[in-house]
């Protein structure tokens, strides 16, 4: 009986490949192969052509994938083209789409908030363009009455105050309510101020303000006189004045507030 050995065939009776540059294949294809006729598979930057197998060294370029798309932000199961996108780093660095209502921004560059609101930082960053909102800024502050030293605990007596302001940009806007029991020991002859202004006012040149007050009850003023403020530069407390003279306002005193004075203004002033 034979036996028949077929022999291992060594690497030098295999076929070597014989690698062709032949054109690339179809747009939004993923494939870059080597094909069963030894033709090698590739992309081009733009649409599919022929690939030069004498192409100058270093003119070899690379082109983005075709073939995907990357998906939109999507809220409450719609595709919401124009929404503000956002990034979750806690779930496969991925994009985050909403629940509802997204804020968008349009072709036109306008931006639209259809829920929540915009914040702005504790501390405002100051920016110099004038057409530039760099602060929004809701709250309360205290008003008090104080003499020439401008001193708030002198034993002043209040039955009530309350103020509350909205700064924009630079602007603060304020409103208040004072309503006194006692002087205490604040010089009756001094000027009259309001102190606890929420911002300091604005240093430069001809900053000064003025306010309208709409009541004042239990005053020792004359009738028919009124009573309006001013906040110079650099300060943050209102002095008082009394228009008592066709020439115009002089200081409205502490005694002319009287000991149960109530005093009910507002106004607005730069910082």
Known sequence: MSINVTPIPRLIDLATPAFTLGTSNAAGSAVTAVASDSTL?????????????SAVVGTATTAPRRDHVHPGIVGAGTVVDEAIARFDGTSGDSLQGYSSLPPTIS????ITVTSGSLSWPATAIAAGGANTMDDYEEGTWTPTLLDATLNAGESQGYENTAGHYLKIGPRVFIGCRIAMTSLGTLTGSDQANIGGLPFTSASTAFTENGFGFGQGDGLAITAGNSVSGQIYGNI??????VWDATTGASALTVTQVSADGILIFSGQYTT
């Open 107 to 110: 072709d036109a560059g306008g």
């Open 41 to 53: 598979l590739v992309f081009d930057d733009t649409d599919p052509a022929a690939v030069a197998a």
């Open 236 to 241: 943050n407390h209102i002095r008082l004045r």
